[in-house]
């Protein structure tokens, strides 16, 4: 999953985007609106954090022009004022929640989890694949039955290859869905981790998980 943090307050963008991507989350920063504007129109982003207090454009605005545009992902909006009026403003806007600054880290996850999971034919925390069993919620992966040790990083890529099971995904998707906007096209990091996948989930008796596509990417089959 890949999140857009638009946050002015530099310290406050840090400590989320710390904190979303020990969640195995991939998140990149805007600090300005009309940053947080160009960023979300040019990438794929699964959820936008958006704070309401931005330069340049503030977020209701960016929220605004983004729906126009067409721009379906989640959006939570980032108020610093617990005034009735801002909140209101926000959902007409067409934010799909708000959350008052200060605020807990927990909550935003449980926010962003609750979020993501309300998109249409993702009602569900439990995601499965043959003997491959992955509870979002608690962020724990299971191989017929058995609990696999999973990095961050190793559970968002099986949970993107289990949400398109059955489908070729080309390596530049799970760039753009799996790392943030400084992954360096030129390694084969995603190789590296589908080899890291494919030793904890292909283990004795051997059977093939993940397929390599010839020139395309790959295939999850279950
Ligand atoms: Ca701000």
């Given at each position: 999953m890949r999140v857009l943090i638009a946050e002015d307050e530099k310290k406050i963008a840090e400590f989320i985007r710390r904190g979303l991507k020990e969640e195995g989350y991939a998140a990149d920063l805007a600090h300005t609106g009309p940053d947080a504007l160009r960023l979300a129109e040019e990438n794929p982003y699964d959820l936008l954090l958006l704070?309401?207090?931005?330069?340049?454009?503030d977020g209701l605005a960016v929220c605004a022009k983004l729906r126009q545009g067409g721009f379906a992902a989640p959006i939570l909006m980032l108020t610093a004022k617990d005034r009735v009026e801002d909140k209101v403003k926000g959902l007409d806007s067409g934010a799909n929640d708000y959350l008052t600054k200060p605020f807990a880290f927990e909550e935003l996850l449980a926010r962003i989890r609750a979020l993501l999971r309300a998109r249409p034919a993702e009602a569900s925390t439990r995601l499965t694949a043959g003997d491959i069993a992955l509870d979002l919620a608690a962020h724990k992966a299971s191989l017929a039955g058995k609990e696999l040790d999973l990095s961050a990083k190793e559970f968002s890529l099986l949970e993107y290859l289990v949400r398109n099971k059955g489908r070729i995904v080309t390596r530049t998707m799970i760039a753009e869905h799996?790392?943030?906007?400084?992954?360096?096209?030129?390694?084969?990091v995603i190789d590296v981790y589908i080899n890291y996948l494919r030793n904890k989930l292909e283990k004795k008796p051997a059977k093939k998980v993940i397929h390599t596509v010839r020139g395309k990417g790959y295939i999850l089959k279950d």
């Open positions: 704070d309401v207090m931005l330069p340049g454009l799996v790392w943030d906007i400084n992954f360096d096209t030129g390694t084969n």
